[in-house]
């Protein structure tokens, strides 16, 4: 079976490649496949990256837009490696330009980078090695670009091409606008020849157009991959308690590193505590803490001391670690770009990865909330946009919340969502990795009496009570509260009394996921009926409900990664091995002082584990392993190899 990381690329339909090469094109993507499988140990390149990095070495303006893990830095590291002069790549964080950097140099690659925070002493080491023409690639901050004559020292240096990465940065309709990035496009207007390849993982049809325009690509190729991501697998749960919830999926993957994702920074530290206090290793992240509180973190996470991070979103970009088996969300983030961002630091190896939404009715307007109000802020403080980018952040969060409590097919909903359509096959027998495809979900058989039992409920109680009391009364419930209420004579009293409070409250959830019911804010929030909900109860609308998740319809997990990138290439795997050859590179790492991933991916380790090289000759032919890493660490890890056969034949 190909991996699938290498089969999810597909082309948007344009002209065959080889029609628009310019002579001697040709010989220079040999030589650039050739330096890709010698300095980094790539085989073969996926397709969209053919694509890619064909266009560039053509000379020609691209946008790419590729899924995280999609391997958008070889689109522009490759043609550096074989084109006379310096590729210049934009990047947004410095985390995220030093461990470029630092895989690039570990696989003996010239490269360096400018910013702020390095010392006058490194950015003269680094000029001095631009003067001398020493290097490939320079990645620099975007905010240097308008600092003065700093274009023009590029261009002295060499400078034959710019690599604009995560360009959605440009557009005010991405979710990650940076003022910054506009200085870039008035870096076309001054060199108009120069080629420009902008990437990006997250981008509507819409954010595509912008990014085209602010940057004035000249008839660019547009690539776009295939977001959907087959090796991650789609969960959405409605939040019961969280922090059994979060605790069962840890325990599923136990050994395992993941993220779980938390709102606001008390969430992060409630929860951490709450996971600590039940065993779990694990360590908060959030943007309240010291930059060294953090660094810390961050760091043993990389270094793969800690397996478990509860964080804000504040923690992730720059998060090179491509082993991370699942990420969960505490609760609906903000937009679907956000969620396929964040999910996406998940299975980067390709390998199997469990993503895990909890949320409850709430959040969306919890959202709702702080949206509207940071707006009205921003008005008052005269920002004339902040009405459209309001506008723009709450049609985002729609979508989202839309996902959170449809039923349809998550890979498909995501695919679509980016403006590309399902394959048929996809449509026809559904994607095998998502919660309902799985059958988690099962449809309610009487959904529509079912619903408006849960209605007709909320407006006899005067639609001033919340869910849980709700709950009680259509399950017949014999409590103080319901007999001082009254409640326990109502004509709907006791109409769900054979489902389980857990059944009951989710439905009420979807009702509100459907926009049927609504929820007043403050402390007690209480249910009423919209508009929707009115129509759905007088049998004018209809609505079907899914069972809710209960612990016998936990779906089968995925295998072990291990096995899987072994499977993939037909071979077994040996687990004792890899998780010999894992403690081995934790060892390593830790006295290189690099994060573990620079050694060797957990996809390689797989491949030594199943193959168990002996010779140096046998160690380059697997994947990751190119002429630098066989001969620095071949000897060790071939070594090591040996020390457990040998171990194990005694
Ligand atoms: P992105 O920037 O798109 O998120 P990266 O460039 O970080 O993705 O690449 C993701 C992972 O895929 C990395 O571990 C990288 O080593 C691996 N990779 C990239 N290209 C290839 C390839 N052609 N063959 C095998 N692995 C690849
Ligand atoms: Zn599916």
């Known amino acids: 079976m190909p991996s699938p990381q290498d089969a999810d690329l597909l082309l948007q339909p344009q002209g065959a490649v080889e029609e628009l090469s310019k002579p001697g094109t040709s010989t220079l993507f040999a030589e650039a496949s050739e330096a890709i499988r010698r300095k980094f140990g790539f085989e073969c390149l996926r397709p969209l990256q053919d694509r890619a990095i064909r266009v560039a070495l053509e000379g020609r303006d691209a946008l790419v837009v590729m899924p995280t893990g999609g391997g958008k830095s070889l689109c522009f590291q490759a043609p550096a490696l074989v084109q006379p002069g310096l590729v210049v790549v934009i990047s947004p964080l410095i985390s995220l330009m030093k461990d470029q950097v630092d895989g690039l140099l570990a696989n003996g690659v010239p490269a360096g980078m400018l910013c702020s925070a390095q010392t006058p002493e490194e950015r003269r080491t680094v000029y001095e090695e631009l003067e001398r023409g020493g290097l490939d690639l320079l990645y620099v901050a975007p905010e240097r670009l308008a600092m003065e004559g700093f274009f023009e020292r590029l261009e002295a240096f060499g400078m034959v091409s710019l690599a604009v990465d995560e360009a959605h940065c440009i557009s005010h309709w991405g979710h990650d606008f940076r003022p910054e990035y506009r200085q870039i496009g008035e870096l076309r207007a001054r060199r108009p020849e120069l080629p420009i390849q902008a990437f990006t993982a ?94 810390r973190v961050q760091d043993d996470f990389q270094s793969e001391r800690i397996d478990v991070v509860v964080a804000t979103v504040a923690f992730g970009m720059g998060i090179d670690r491509t082993d991370v088996r699942y990420v969960v969300h505490a609760s609906l983030p903000k937009g679907v770009e956000q969620y396929s961002q964040e999910t996406g630091r998940a299975g980067r190896d390709g390998l199997p990865a469990e993503c895990v939404l909890l949320h409850s009715g709430g959040d969306y307007h919890n959202w709702k909330h702080l949206m509207e109000r940071s707006a009205q802020e921003a008005l008052e403080r005269g920002i004339e946009t902040a009405t459209e980018e309001r506008d723009a952040g709450l049609k985002r969060l729609g979508h989202v919340y839309g996902y959170a409590t449809g039923a349809l097919c998550r890979h ?76 326990d004579q109502l004509s709907t009293h006791g109409l769900l009394k054979q489902k389980s409070v857990s059944e009951v409250r989710g439905w009420i959830e979807q009702l509100s996921g459907h926009g049927l019911l609504a929820t007043t804010g403050g402390q007690y929030p209480t249910l009423y009926l919209t508009r929707t909900g009115v129509e759905v109860l007088k049998g004018e609308r209809e609505i079907q409900l899914f069972v809710t998740h209960t612990a016998k319809t936990e779906g089968k997990r995925k295998r072990r990664a291990a096995v899987s990138a072994a499977a993939e290439v037909g071979l077994e795997a040996d687990e004792a091995l890899f998780e010999d050859l894992r403690e081995y590179r934790r060892e390593l790492a830790r006295e290189r002082g690099v994060p573990p991933y620079l050694i060797f991916n957990d996809r390689t380790l797989a491949l030594l584990a199943a193959l168990k090289p002996s010779s140096e000759v046998d160690l380059l032919s697997v994947k990751g392993v190119g002429e630098k890493k066989a001969a620095d660490l071949g000897p060790l890890f071939l070594e090591r190899i040996a020390a457990y056969e040998r171990s194990r034949s005694k």
């Open 202 to 295: 997250t981008a509507t049809p819409a954010v595509q157009r912008d990014i085209c325009e602010q940057l004035a690509l000249r008839d660019p190729e547009v690539l776009v991959g295939d977001f959907d991501r087959p090796n991650l697998t789609y969960r959405v749960k409605p939040r019961r308690n969280l922090n059994d919830q979060v605790r069962a999926v840890i325990t599923a993957h136990s050994g395992e590193a993941g993220i779980v994702y938390c709102l606001s920074r008390k969430d992060v530290e409630k929860l951490a505590e709450a996971l600590a206090a039940a065993g779990v290793r694990c360590e908060p992240y959030h943007a309240g803490m010291t930059g060294e509180h953090r660094n």
């Open 412 to 487: 498909m909903f995501l695919l679509e969502y980016f403006g590309q359509r399902a394959s048929d096959e996809l449509r026809e027998k559904g994607c095998g990795a998502c919660d309902v495809c799985l059958g988690e979900l099962q449809r309610v058989d009487d959904s529509q009496q079912v619903a408006q039992k849960i209605l007709s409920c909320v407006v006899r109680c005067e639609q001033r009570y919340g869910a849980g009391h709700i709950t009680d009364v259509l399950r017949g419930a014999d409590t103080a509260r319901l007999r001082e209420t009254g409640h």
